[in-house]
């Protein structure tokens, strides 16, 4: 799937005036449901990965 951000303007961000890199600090897909690829594989299983093992704080406080 394809897509085109509505700040992007020939490679740079009309909003950072930096260069496009989808979701990075600032960027309006930051806090969004996207994931990036980082064209590696095992590097993108490894970080999916990582994220799924994060602490639930909220759930550790109501356990003590």
């Known amino acids: 799937m394809g897509w085109t ?12 005036n930096k260069p496009c890199l989808p979701g990075i600090k600032g960027c309006i897909l930051n806090k969004s449901e996207y994931t990036f690829s ?3 594989y095992e ?9 799924s093992q994060e602490i639930d704080f909220a759930a550790l406080a109501r356990s003590n």
């Not at 590097?43 to 994220?51: L, S």
């Open 38 to 40: 980082s064209g590696n």
């Open 5 to 16: 951000c509505q700040h992007d303007f020939k490679g740079e961000c009309k909003l950072l």
């Open 43 to 51: 590097e993108d299983k490894k970080r999916a990965q990582e994220k």
